[in-house]
């Protein structure tokens, strides 16, 4: 039995030659980039073009260095510094093999509740010309109804008692520009990662209403010299699991504590306005636009709500994975309806985008039987999720006066989902910031079906279009008295 080699810097000559790993010299890597949420999507995405940049240009002033906000951020942290910054990223191809290389991008690593001081002076320091961020749809803290920020979060009010030890990425980036704008430091870019429509705009809608609250001497500074693209990011990555650590240590000898999976398949598309220069990105891929929502809206429309039909349906099978549910004929014909019938009338002029060829390769990767994502992962959060995946979709049909049937029978088995069982009768948790309200408004349903849709943090007006709520009740009543499968196949029977 081969021995496995443990990944950190003096092993690198060690790993074996079927593993890819850094040829350039990492001691020259100089940090310009901060980035707070170093997961499994940050390591896929934007360390990964970070490192193609650095191995096939030889650029080496756009290294990471990578910020832990949370204490649950400290075992990534451990990981990160006892494997020197590296780990491995193993893409799992549609034939079911693997390549493996070894990610160098981030060269430095701060664990901010040990501390605090440190990761402010890092993010104020003249070098650093982006902070990106990956923190999800909640750590922007808006308000789910109001869309304004939330001053009454806990973290937030501790913040605001607390500048110089702050908790959150508000406190920290307040900070830190503050100390840029009095020691004359030039401004930076703030740019946003996360999977949410316009993000950069979100990004900088919670930062100044935080900062106008708590140090409102900075916002004309803030206006002349940050700047926050957005962007539209898309790479499947999902949970590492053990047994995909084992494999790599099986086929590969190499040994990595936490690496990161994901598909072959990567976009980024980022609206060209870095305040204070970039890395060169479009050399390996990225593309640089002056606008990015209808490359925004064709990725969210398609690629994330397809990810929501799959899950939901799935879900209410027993489905496990997205990949079983896109290989069930029902569901993928279902699936390629709703793209071609009702998705893709609302997104308008996409340029030279060969819109069926992005279609069709959405089906292959979701029917990626090699990747394994958990539907349980799709459909988490799900609140935060359908206003921006599926309502969009909706209430532009709607105000063409063209078909909903299948977008508002997937809203119809979100309400069944929220009674958190299964079709074989078993269980999940429904995994939401407001699933105390979503799972009442679903068993309420059983009684009054229009119950569910008086969620107005989510819904808002559309329980006062007739069309959407006659097309609800009707695909609840369905979901209510037949199997999935077989509401599924009577909406395919009956529109194809």
């Given at each position: 039995m081969k021995t496995s080699i443990s990944l950190n810097q003096e092993n690198l000559s060690l790993i074996p030659s079927d593993v890819i790993t850094p040829s350039y010299d990492r001691d020259k890597v100089t940090t310009s980039i901060v980035h707070i949420g170093v997961g499994n999507f940050h390591r896929s995405h934007e360390a990964f073009y970070t490192n193609e940049l650095m191995e096939r240009y030889g650029i080496l002033d756009c290294g990471i260095c990578g910020v832990g906000l949370l204490d649950y951020d400290r075992r990534i942290y451990n990981i990160l510094k006892d494997q020197d910054g590296l780990y491995t990223l193993i893409t799992k191809e549609l034939d079911g093999?693997?390549?493996?290389?070894?990610?160098?991008s981030i060269v430095e690593y701060i664990f901010a509740p040990e501390n605090p001081i440190a990761v402010i002076e890092k993010m104020a320091n003249p070098a650093i010309k982006i902070i990106s961020l990956t923190i999800t749809e909640?750590?922007?803290?808006?308000?789910?109804?109001?869309?304004?920020?939330?001053?009454?979060?806990p973290v937030i009010v501790e913040d605001m008692k607390n500048p110089m030890s702050p908790k959150t990425v508000f406190g920290y980036l307040s900070q830190a520009l503050k100390l840029r704008m009095q020691r004359g430091i030039p401004g930076c870019t703030i740019q946003s990662c996360d999977n949410i429509q316009g993000n950069g705009d979100v990004a900088k809608k919670a930062l100044t209403e935080y900062i106008e609250k708590t140090e409102p001497e900075l916002l004309p500074w803030i206006e002349e010299n940050v700047s926050f693209p957005n962007s539209m990011v898309d790479r499947i990555t999902p949970v590492t699991?053990?047994?995909?650590?084992?494999?790599?240590?099986t086929e590969f000898q190499v040994e990595d504590q936490w690496p990161v999976v994901c598909e072959p398949f990567k976009q980024w598309v980022i609206e060209d306005q870095f305040i204070t220069g970039r890395p060169e990105w479009e050399k390996v891929g990225a593309q640089f636009v002056e606008n990015v929502i209808p490359f925004e809206n064709m990725k969210l429309r398609l690629l994330n709500a397809g990810h929501t039909v799959l899950g939901m349906l799935g879900a209410l099978h027993g489905y496990k994975t997205i990949d079983e549910a896109a290989h069930d004929k029902d569901f993928q014909f279902f699936l390629k309806a709703f793209m071609n019938e009702e998705v893709t009338p609302t997104l308008g002029n996409l340029g030279n985008i060969d819109l069926n060829k992005y279609k069709k390769s959405l089906i292959?990767?979701?029917?990626?039987?090699?990747?394994?994502?958990l539907i349980s992962r799709i459909c988490l959060e799900s609140s935060a999720k359908i206003p921006i995946f599926l309502l969009p979709t909706i209430k532009a049909q709607l105000q063409g006066k063209a078909n909903i049937t299948r977008a508002t029978f997937i809203i119809a088995a979100w309400c069944k989902y929220n009674d958190g069982v299964d079709e074989n009768g078993k269980s999940y948790a429904i995994?939401?910031?407001?699933?105390?309200?979503l799972i009442r408004a679903a068993a309420l349903s059983h009684e009054n079906p229009i119950r569910f849709l008086q969620i107005r943090?989510?819904?808002?007006?559309?329980?006062?279009?007739?069309?959407f709520v006659d097309a609800f009740l009707s695909s609840l009543?369905?979901?209510?008295?037949?199997?999935?499968?077989?509401?599924v196949a009577e909406i395919n029977s009956r529109l194809s």
């Open positions: 093999s693997l390549t493996a290389r070894v990610i160098g909640g750590g922007y803290n808006l308000n789910e109804a109001t869309g304004e920020f939330d001053f009454s979060n699991v053990a047994a995909d650590i084992e494999r790599l240590k292959d990767r979701f029917q990626n039987i090699y990747i394994k994502d995994e939401d910031a407001l699933s105390n309200e943090s989510i819904f808002g007006d559309l329980i006062d279009n007739k069309t009543k369905m979901i209510r008295e037949k199997k999935i499968k077989e509401c």
